[in-house]
């Protein structure tokens, strides 16, 4: 995947023709302000408005808004991939909440596309100083 201001364009990394970089032209895209991950035609976003939406490149309109983890974290991050072991597609997030100046919480969670619900991997406190 690469990306300029407005436009998503998609790579074949086995191909060797000389237009390698084809557009995407997909709604949800539209209003991405970042991409997690791709995957197989996949692709995680999330917009402006902090919704995380997994979108199939392939059919214009199929997409699915992934519901907020329950606790919600300031800062955090997400990867998207297949998982082979499960033949199901999975978004990792991880949380970091500041408790004190020295105390972060740090939670990590997986979103299955399959269950379609998340479930909590691990949890640490953290301290630092």
Same mark, same amino acid.
């Given at each position: 995947?690469?990306?300029?201001?407005?436009?998503?364009?998609?790579?074949?990394? !086995?191909?060797?023709?000389?237009?390698?970089?084809?557009?995407?032209?997909?709604?949800?895209?539209?209003? =991405? @302000?970042?991409?997690?991950? @791709? =995957?197989?035609?996949?692709? =995680?976003?999330?917009? @402006?408005?902090?919704?995380? @939406?997994? =979108?199939?490149?392939?059919?214009? &309109? !199929?997409?699915? &808004?992934?519901?907020?983890?329950?606790? !919600?974290?300031? &800062?955090?991050?997400?990867?998207?991939?297949? &998982?082979?072991?499960?033949?199901?597609? !999975?978004?990792?997030?991880?949380?970091?909440?500041?408790?004190?100046?020295?105390?972060?919480?740090?939670?990590?969670?997986?979103?299955?596309?399959?269950?379609?619900?998340?479930?909590?991997?691990?949890?640490?406190?953290?301290?630092?100083?």
């Amino acid at each position: 995947m690469l990306r300029d201001d407005t436009r998503l364009f998609s790579l074949d990394y !086995e191909e060797t023709t000389t237009d390698l970089a084809v557009e995407i032209d997909h709604p949800v895209l539209k209003n =991405c @302000s970042k991409i997690w991950g @791709s =995957c197989n035609g996949f692709v =995680c976003t999330m917009s @402006s408005a902090d919704t995380l @939406s997994l =979108c199939r490149l392939l059919a214009l &309109n !199929e997409y699915k &808004n992934v519901p907020p983890f329950e606790q !919600e974290h300031r &800062n955090s991050v997400y990867g998207f991939g297949y &998982n082979s072991n499960t033949d199901d597609y !999975e978004v990792v997030r991880v949380g970091l909440k500041q408790h004190t100046k020295y105390k972060y919480h740090y939670v990590v969670a997986v979103y299955s596309l399959r269950e379609e619900s998340w479930r909590k991997t691990s949890s640490m406190v953290l301290f630092i100083g």
